[in-house]
């Protein structure tokens, strides 16, 4: 669905937009008019298009590329896990009590019955604040490292180990956000796995407090790292993989000749399969995480003990293969739609782009 030009410009802060020098010769961008391109084959910069002010570009990676790559982060995590909170809360409860929740579909019967259909959202809040801090974070230094890493190695190397780059790049910045998720995701579960514990973030948070103290809020810190860095590298580095393979194999036009509609459907489609991949690696630490958080004084030996080896690679798994396959394949999709809003091209495609000195 188009957006007009106003109401970008009304959904868009001004320094998201930085004025290149003038005098600049231009060349054509993804989601805008023609913009500044370098003046000599030696020069670094790139500019994207802001959506209104034609005379005003975002330079990529400049301070405001990565602000608005944070932005796009805050809204694709947030408001996604937001939306599959149901979901997420009949996977916690399968892996928490599985003689209670048996199934899919018991699952959901049971909580209809004991909450009401109001039960099903229980811990959105959390959830929203969580995963908004952490889609910051995330998508944020992905771009960051991605572009520092590709730096460090120089051209022809980014190029031939573009994936190493992903990898190194994604896990450097799940570590970050997963410190920044972890408070959140602590209260979360405890307010969706333990009826009449609390009714949401505002009493959840002082009663988790009070109970086992600040320290507390980071007892699953090694387990969410253990879930969400190998999730996140193989997000990210699955979705540049199946997206560069997307553009080459089954799209016979280059994608700097694609429609924005095309190359945000390629997006999401990468991220669909990447979702189902990262469901799998990371599913393990998922149970623990959930068995940490909701059992006071529990440790790793308990929740192996408890779950079973082969408990803990199963139970949930397709239920967060559906969850998390749709939730990666939107994340994409909102991420680069929001960069496509603010002038910027879409992900993947291509090796990352080192910077070329100077002369």
Not at 120 to 138: D, E, M
Not at 201 to 213: A, I, R
Request: proline share 7%.
């Amino acid at each position: 669905m188009a957006v007009s030009d106003s109401s970008r410009n009304a959904l868009l802060p001004s320094f998201l937009y930085a004025a290149p020098a003038s005098g600049s010769p231009f060349h054509t961008g993804v989601g805008g008019p023609p913009v500044a391109a370098p003046s000599t084959a030696t020069e670094a910069a790139v500019w994207a298009a802001a959506p209104s002010e034609p005379g005003r570009r975002i330079e990529m990676y400049s301070p405001a590329f990565y602000a608005a790559c944070t932005a796009g982060g805050v809204a694709s995590c947030g408001l996604t896990h937001m939306a599959v909170t149901p979901l997420d809360l009949v996977k916690c409860n399968m892996q928490i009590n599985p003689a209670k929740y048996k199934s899919i579909s018991s699952g959901f019967g049971v909580l209809l019955k004991e909450q009401g259909a109001k039960g099903f959202f229980r811990g959105w809040v959390p959830t929203l604040l969580g995963y908004s801090a952490q889609g910051a974070c995330k998508f944020g230094f992905y771009e960051f490292f991605k572009k520092y890493y590709s730096d460090i190695a120089g051209p022809e190397y980014a190029a031939k180990y573009k994936t190493l780059i992903y990898l190194a790049g994604s896990a450097s910045a799940e570590v970050i956000a997963d410190t920044a998720l972890c408070p959140m995701e602590a209260v979360k579960v405890r307010v969706q796995t333990q009826p009449g514990f609390a009714r949401g973030l505002s009493d959840g948070l002082p009663k988790f407090v009070k109970s086992e103290g600040y320290s507390g809020l980071y007892k699953g810190i090694v387990p969410l790292w253990g879930r969400q860095i190998p999730y996140t590298m193989m997000k990210f580095a699955s979705f540049e993989t199946v997206v560069e393979m997307i553009y080459k194999n089954a799209i016979p036009a280059p994608k700097s000749e694609c429609s924005k509609n095309l190359q945000l459907g390629v997006s999401f489609a990468g991220g669909y399969i990447a979702g189902v991949f990262c469901a799998i690696v990371s599913h393990p630490a998922d149970n623990l995480v959930s068995f940490l958080n909701n059992a006071k004084g529990a440790t790793v030996g308990d929740a192996v003990k408890e779950i079973g080896l082969v408990g803990l690679f199963t139970r949930g798994l397709p239920l967060r293969i559906v969850m998390i396959g749709t939730l990666t394949g939107a994340q994409w999709g909102i991420y680069d739609a929001f960069k496509v809003m603010v002038g910027l091209p879409t992900t993947g495609g291509g090796a990352p782009t080192p910077a070329s000195s100077k002369a």
